[in-house]
């Protein structure tokens, strides 16, 4: 288990604290994905990915209440999937968002994952924005990937030199 605690640079949190993912916690980071995403994924699907992702999701707690979660689903070959993420509207541009993506990114690196991989929509500009400054690369875009018949960009993150090689191939034009 993983558990890191961390003092923010800003005034959202006195404590935010960065922990496992535990079935206890799904309800209220339900929630959060409520509060998040105009089309929230169903419970069922929500609770489908939390297990898929066992040992690998993280919550953040801020003041005392669960503020964020990150899942990464992991695969072979040192690859994982950001398969679902959200940070409730209240504590947003606080850092808590960075929190959880550098600890699950800590928790995949240290666990022998070389690659991570997510996808969002092309107007999720906030969430583009957040990757990018985070090192994400942007490499594909696949039309039509949301049933609203958006297109998703996939971005990707080398944790570490594996065997995926040195160069990952980098989106060019505009999104
Ligand atoms: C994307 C998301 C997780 C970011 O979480 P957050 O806690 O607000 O992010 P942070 O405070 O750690 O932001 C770190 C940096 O990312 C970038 N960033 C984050 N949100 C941004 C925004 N709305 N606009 C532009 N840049 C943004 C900035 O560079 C920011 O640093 P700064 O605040 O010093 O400028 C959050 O906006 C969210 O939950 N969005 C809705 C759900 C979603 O889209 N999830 C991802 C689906 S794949």
């Known amino acids: 288990m993983l558990r890191v605690k961390l003092l923010t640079g800003r005034h959202c949190c006195e404590h935010l604290i960065v922990t496992e993912l535990r079935e206890e916690h ?10 998040s995403f105009e089309r929230p994924y169903p419970w069922e699907y929500f609770r489908f ?9 993280l919550i ?7 503020a964020g979660f ?23 541009r606080c850092k808590v968002g960075s929190a959880l993506l550098s600890s699950i990114e800590y928790l995949l690196e240290n666990n022998g994952f070389s690659l991570v991989f997510l996808e969002t929509w092309v ?16 490499i594909r875009i ?15 993150k080398l ?8 160069d990952v191939p980098v989106l060019s034009g505009s999104l």
């Open 142 to 156: 696949i039309p039509g990937y949301y049933e609203w018949g958006e297109a998703a960009v996939v971005y990707v």
């Open 70 to 92: 990150v899942m990464a689903v992991p695969y072979e070959g040192g690859l994982a999937h950001i398969a679902n993420m959200a940070v409730t509207p209240e504590y947003r």
């Open 159 to 166: 944790l570490r030199q594996g065997i995926i090689g040195r």
């Open 60 to 66: 953040a707690i801020c003041n005392g209440k669960i």
């Open 26 to 35: 799904l309800r209220e980071a339900y929630i959060v994905e409520v509060e």
């Open 49 to 57: 990915i939390a297990a898929l992702s066992s040992g690998y999701s």
């Open 123 to 138: 107007s999720n500009h906030a969430a583009r924005r957040f990757y990018e400054a985070h090192g994400y690369r942007a």
